[in-house]
C-alpha cells in the first residue's frame, strides 16, 4: 500500500468514527463506486456495510439520478489485430479510457462481443451461440451463464439469435431473454424463447407467442428501457415497422407502432434506416438515409409503450459529412456517430462542432453503450 493511501485511510477512519453510524451510512451512499472500493479497506465496519443488500439498493437509487458518474463503455475491433477490445471512459472529456481485461474464455468463446444493456450497472457480454456472461465493470464482477438444457425445436436448425437483459422489480432478480431463430425444414423462420433468471441461475422457455419479426443482425436495432423493459426494433404480421418490447416483470411481449410519417424527407420519399437508442430515460428513433454523402438525422421520441401516435418529433440534425451511423446519445443530448473512417465522433447540437474521439475500429463493429456504475454483484 503506498504512504499516500494509507495515510488518507487513517485520517477517514479518525473522522468516521466522530460521526454516528447512519450518517456515515447516508455519506457512504452518495459516493463514487471507485472511493467505496477504496474504502472497503478502511475497516471490517465498512467492508460490511458496503457490501450490504440495502447500502447497495440506497447507492443504486442516490447515483442513478445523476449525470456525474455516467461512462462510455466502448467495444470495438482493431484494424490490423482484428483483436476484440473493450474499453471504459473513466471522465466526461473522454481523454483516457481504461481497456478491460478478461479472462481467457472470452477469447474462446466469442467472436464479435455485443453488449446488452447497460441495467443497473449489469452489463450482458452476447458471443456465440448459448455462451452469454452477465458482467458489471465498476466493480470487476463477472457471471459467465450455464447453457440452456432446453430442447431446441425438433426438425428445425438454430440460425441466428438475439438477447435483452432487464430487472424484475417483482422477484428483485435479473433476467436475460434469448431468441433463437430457427429454421424449420420447410424453411420458415421460428423463434424460440428462453429466459434466464440470475435468482435462479436457470433458464426456462416461454410459451408465449412473439408478436413481431426481429430485424436481426444489426446492432442498433435494440435496447433496454427504464431497465425493466427490453425493445427491438421489428415488423408485425401486417409487415408494418414496430417496437417490440418485452416486459422482464410481467414476462409479456408488446408491440408498439412507429411514426406514420417517418418515411418524408422534406417534400421526397427516400429509403431509410431507423435505430433506436436510449435518449436520457427515453426511447429514441432516429432516421436518416444511409446512401446520402451529408446526412440528415430525423431525431424522434416516446415516452410511454404499447400506444398510438405518442411519438413526438424532437428534432433535426445535420447535414454532417462523412458520417455513417448513428451509436448513441451522451448525457446532455450530445451525438454520438461512427464516421466514414470507422472512428468515434461525437456531435454537440449547441455549438454544432464535431469531436474526434481517437477510437478506431473495422467498420459497422464499432459499439457502445451508455454506461451508470453501480455496486450490484452478478455473483
Given at each position: 500500500?503506498?504512504?499516500?493511501?494509507?495515510?488518507?485511510?487513517?485520517?477517514?477512519?479518525?473522522?468516521?468514527?466522530?460521526?454516528?453510524?447512519?450518517?456515515?451510512?447516508?455519506?457512504?451512499?452518495?459516493?463514487?463506486?471507485?472511493?467505496?472500493?477504496?474504502?472497503?479497506?478502511?475497516?471490517?465496519?465498512?467492508?460490511?456495510?458496503?457490501?450490504?443488500?440495502?447500502?447497495?439498493?440506497?447507492?443504486?437509487?442516490?447515483?442513478?439520478?445523476?449525470?456525474?458518474?455516467?461512462?462510455?463503455?466502448?467495444?470495438?475491433?482493431?484494424?490490423?489485430?482484428?483483436?476484440?477490445?473493450?474499453?471504459?471512459?473513466?471522465?466526461?472529456?473522454?481523454?483516457?479510457?481504461?481497456?478491460?481485461?478478461?479472462?481467457?474464455?472470452f477469447?474462446?468463446?466469442?467472436g464479435?462481443?455485443?453488449?446488452?444493456?447497460?441495467?443497473?450497472?449489469?452489463?450482458?457480454?452476447?458471443?456465440?451461440?448459448?455462451?452469454?456472461?452477465?458482467?458489471?465493470p465498476?466493480?470487476?464482477?463477472?457471471?459467465?451463464?450455464?447453457?440452456?438444457?432446453?430442447q431446441?425445436?425438433?426438425?428445425?436448425?438454430?440460425?441466428?439469435?438475439?438477447?435483452?437483459?432487464?430487472?424484475?422489480?417483482?422477484?428483485?432478480?435479473?433476467?436475460?431473454?434469448?431468441?433463437?431463430?430457427?429454421?424449420?425444414?420447410?424453411?420458415?423462420?421460428?423463434?424460440?424463447?428462453?429466459?434466464?433468471?440470475?435468482?435462479?441461475?436457470?433458464?426456462?422457455?416461454?410459451n408465449?407467442?412473439?408478436?413481431?419479426?426481429?430485424?436481426?443482425?444489426?446492432?442498433?436495432?435494440?435496447?433496454?428501457?427504464?431497465?425493466?423493459?427490453?425493445?427491438?426494433?421489428?415488423?408485425?404480421?401486417?409487415?408494418?415497422?414496430?417496437?417490440?418490447?418485452?416486459?422482464?416483470?410481467e414476462?409479456?411481449?408488446?408491440?408498439?407502432?412507429?411514426p406514420?410519417?417517418?418515411?418524408?424527407?422534406?417534400?421526397?420519399?427516400i429509403?431509410?434506416?431507423?435505430?433506436?437508442?436510449?435518449?436520457?430515460?427515453?426511447?429514441?428513433?432516429?432516421?436518416?438515409?444511409?446512401?446520402?454523402?451529408?446526412?440528415?438525422?430525423?431525431?424522434?421520441?416516446?415516452?410511454?409503450?404499447?400506444?398510438?401516435?405518442?411519438?413526438?418529433?424532437?428534432?433535426?440534425?445535420?447535414?454532417?459529412?462523412?458520417?455513417?451511423?448513428?451509436?448513441?446519445?451522451?448525457?446532455?443530448?450530445?451525438?454520438?456517430?461512427?464516421?466514414?473512417?470507422?472512428?468515434?465522433?461525437?456531435?454537440?447540437?449547441?455549438?454544432?462542432?464535431?469531436?474526434?474521439?481517437?477510437?478506431?475500429?473495422?467498420?459497422?463493429?464499432?459499439?457502445?453503450?451508455?454506461?451508470?456504475?453501480?455496486?450490484?454483484?452478478?455473483n
Amino acid at each position: 500500500m503506498k504512504k499516500e493511501e494509507k495515510n488518507e485511510r487513517i485520517y477517514i477512519l479518525k473522522e468516521a468514527m466522530n460521526l454516528p453510524e447512519d450518517v456515515i451510512f447516508e455519506i457512504l451512499t452518495r459516493l463514487p463506486v471507485s472511493s467505496l472500493i477504496r474504502f472497503k479497506c478502511v475497516c471490517k465496519l465498512w467492508y460490511s456495510l458496503i457490501k450490504n443488500p440495502n447500502f447497495i439498493s440506497k447507492h443504486l437509487h442516490n447515483l442513478s439520478s445523476k449525470k456525474n458518474y455516467v461512462r462510455l463503455l466502448i467495444s470495438r475491433r482493431g484494424n490490423i489485430t482484428n483483436k476484440r477490445v473493450v474499453s471504459l471512459s473513466i471522465n466526461d472529456t473522454f481523454d483516457v479510457f481504461i481497456n478491460q481485461d478478461f479472462p481467457s474464455y472470452f477469447n474462446d468463446k466469442f467472436g464479435h462481443v455485443r453488449l446488452i444493456g447497460p441495467c443497473n450497472g449489469i452489463v450482458c457480454l452476447c458471443g456465440y451461440l448459448d455462451n452469454i456472461v452477465i458482467w458489471n465493470p465498476s466493480i470487476r464482477d463477472y457471471k459467465i451463464l450455464p447453457q440452456s438444457q432446453i430442447q431446441r425445436l425438433v426438425g428445425s436448425t438454430v440460425r441466428g439469435s438475439d438477447f435483452g437483459l432487464g430487472f424484475d422489480s417483482k422477484r428483485n432478480d435479473y433476467k436475460v431473454i434469448q431468441i433463437l431463430f430457427c429454421l424449420s425444414n420447410d424453411r420458415v423462420v421460428v423463434y424460440q424463447v428462453e429466459i434466464y433468471s440470475l435468482n435462479e441461475n436457470s433458464w426456462k422457455k416461454y410459451n408465449g407467442i412473439v408478436p413481431a419479426k426481429i430485424k436481426y443482425g444489426n446492432i442498433s436495432w435494440s435496447m433496454i428501457y427504464k431497465n425493466e423493459i427490453f425493445c427491438w426494433l421489428a415488423q408485425n404480421g401486417d409487415n408494418n415497422e414496430v417496437i417490440l418490447s418485452f416486459n422482464m416483470s410481467e414476462e409479456t411481449f408488446e408491440n408498439t407502432p412507429l411514426p406514420s410519417n417517418i418515411g418524408v424527407f422534406g417534400e421526397q420519399e427516400i429509403r431509410n434506416i431507423w435505430v433506436i437508442v436510449p435518449l436520457n430515460e427515453s426511447i429514441s428513433l432516429i432516421v436518416y438515409c444511409l446512401k446520402q454523402v451529408e446526412k440528415y438525422f430525423d431525431i424522434w421520441v416516446i415516452n410511454e409503450l404499447g400506444l398510438n401516435n405518442c411519438w413526438t418529433k424532437l428534432q433535426r440534425i445535420g447535414p454532417l459529412s462523412r458520417v455513417e451511423r448513428p451509436l448513441g446519445f451522451w448525457k446532455n443530448g450530445e451525438f454520438i456517430l461512427e464516421n466514414s473512417n470507422g472512428q468515434l465522433v461525437i456531435y454537440d447540437p449547441a455549438n454544432q462542432e464535431l469531436k474526434t474521439l481517437g477510437f478506431y475500429g473495422k467498420r459497422d463493429r464499432l459499439e457502445l453503450v451508455v454506461y451508470k456504475e453501480s455496486l450490484v454483484s452478478v455473483n
